[in-house]
């Protein structure tokens, strides 16, 4: 019995049979015109407007309130992007490979110890000062500590590349049992794990972590609006992967394995 289901977010229509190969689970979001294959975020209970701005979370709200509690128990659940894919982390072959061949099919019996499975840490401290001192001056007036490489952490990166000081009001405006947290979190490490990306063998697990993540974007979105333009439109889907990193290592055991950087839209058909 397949112990895992993956859902592959797409915004290419021409991907599908591509997706399916990898028996995958094709999930379509965007202004693609999309053929049946597809699971949309647009029907039932759903915040798919809002996609231009909470990007693949318009399909993790569409999951957690349309089909979430339907899928069986004892089934493992994650997600990857049409680029990037979890790497099957026993496979020691050559890269040149198939990514067929290269990604997670399959939870081994080995992870049973843990809750979640998240992509390995990127780190923030590797900034160069010319960088900062060009783009970062107001972060840098903030975060006087980030002089030093051991100094540049989340909130400094945040406020250097999102916006200064939007982290700190987003905090603000969550409920008491994370808030301190989470302020302790960005201003501690110099790293998150990778993306919106994760795999969990527990829905209940999933139902809390919406729970949380959900009301609080809502809340933060007093804050920014949907007025964003370029580069900060992505800005609700920053905060939410910093905040999923937190999250997840704060309330479950988590196991980090290697994501795979592979555009399907650039394979030869």
Known sequence: MNNLEIFCICIHDKLLDKIKKLNYTPVGLGSDIFSSGWIRDNSGINISSKNKFYGELTFH????????????????????????????????????????????????????KYDVILGEHIYLNQIPLIKILKYGKLAFLRNPGAILNKGRNIRF???MFHGNGILDKAIELLGQSDREDFKLYVTKN????????????SKELMIRYYETLFPWLEKCETILGFELKGYETRTYG????????????????????????????????
């Not at 992967?241 to 839209?265: C, Q, T």
């Open 238 to 269: 920053f905060l939410a992967e910093r905040f999923m990193a937190y999250w997840f290592n704060k309330n479950s055991k988590v196991h980090e394995i290697p994501v795979i950087f592979h555009d399907l839209n650039k394979e030869e058909s």
């Open 157 to 159: 990166q945040f406020d």
């Open 190 to 201: 110099i790293s998150f794990n990778y993306g919106n990306m994760f795999i969990c063998k």
């Open 61 to 112: 709200y569409w999951l957690w309130k349309n089909k979430l509690k339907s899928i069986q128990k004892d089934k493992w659940i994650g997600f990857c992007g049409y680029r990037r894919f979890w790497k099957n982390e026993f496979d020691n072959s050559d890269t040149s490979l198939d990514i067929s061949q290269k990604i997670l099919k399959r939870i081994p019996s080995s992870w049973n």
